[in-house]
């Protein structure tokens, strides 16, 4: 990560809010359903849902629990993705994280390890939380790795927990805890 006074921005990515022109992005994002097991979600979102969502992004993350922030590419200055805190908890001081790289062609290039450790830094130093965790499919190599190089610990394992198609897939239970 560079040396920089926003504390949202690294080399290669930066971090910021959600904007309205984000609507496009996230319409297409949040409709994949390629990427609906592994964000939990079962039915397509309306723009209208979507714009709602935007109009209450400026809400501060201790009212709504959640911040969803855009990972813009620094090269082409265009959003690729998203990084979240989400069940936000600030009496014990712990969030849950989920990260979104869209395109797969901007995969595995050290754009959500970059957004990643900007996350782990701004959760930590900004926010003082405690902990951070997420729940990645036991079959999911690619997001295992990128947690465990970050220091997540799998703490816990959800045998036959998400039903995809006719088959259960295990989940693990991955922790972060600052020292």
Same mark, same amino acid.
């Given at each position: 990560? !560079?040396?920089?006074?926003?504390?949202?921005? /690294? %080399?290669?990515?930066?971090?910021?809010?959600?904007? &309205? *022109?984000?609507?496009?992005?996230?319409?297409?994002?949040?409709? $994949? *359903? $390629?990427? +609906?097991?592994?964000?939990?979600?079962?039915? &397509?979102?309306? !723009?209208?849902?979507?714009? @709602?969502?935007?109009?209450? *992004?400026?809400?501060?993350?201790?009212? %709504?629990?959640?911040?969803?922030?855009?990972?813009?590419? !620094?090269?082409?200055?265009? &959003?690729?993705?998203?990084?979240?805190?989400? $069940?936000?908890? &600030?009496?014990?001081?712990? =969030? /849950?994280?989920?990260?979104?790289?869209?395109?797969?062609?901007?995969?595995? @290039? /050290?754009? =959500?390890?970059? =957004?990643?450790?900007?996350?782990?830094?701004?959760?930590?130093?900004?926010?003082?939380?405690?902990?951070?965790?997420?729940?990645?499919?036991?079959?999911?190599? @690619?997001?295992?790795?990128?947690?465990?190089?970050?220091?997540? !610990?799998?703490?816990?394992?959800?045998?036959? +927990?998400? @039903?995809? /198609?006719? %088959? +259960?897939?295990?989940?693990?239970?991955?922790?972060?805890?600052? =020292?």
């Amino acid at each position: 990560m !560079k040396d920089t006074n926003n504390i949202l921005e /690294g %080399t290669k990515v930066t971090l910021r809010a959600l904007e &309205p *022109s984000d609507i496009n992005y996230l319409y297409e994002w949040e409709n $994949d *359903s $390629d990427s +609906w097991f592994v964000s939990n979600t079962l039915t &397509p979102y309306s !723009k209208y849902i979507l714009q @709602k969502y935007i109009e209450n *992004s400026h809400l501060d993350i201790y009212q %709504t629990r959640q911040l969803r922030l855009m990972i813009i590419c !620094k090269e082409t200055n265009l &959003p690729i993705g998203t990084i979240d805190l989400f $069940d936000f908890d &600030p009496f014990h001081n712990r =969030a /849950g994280v989920g990260i979104l790289i869209a395109k797969k062609e901007m995969q595995q @290039k /050290g754009f =959500a390890s970059e =957004a990643m450790e900007i996350l782990i830094n701004y959760s930590f130093n900004h926010l003082n939380l405690h902990q951070l965790y997420c729940n990645i499919t036991t079959n999911n190599t @690619k997001s295992i790795s990128l947690f465990k190089k970050y220091n997540f !610990k799998i703490s816990g394992e959800k045998k036959q +927990w998400l @039903k995809y /198609g006719e %088959t +259960w897939v295990d989940e693990y239970f991955l922790q972060l805890i600052h =020292a």
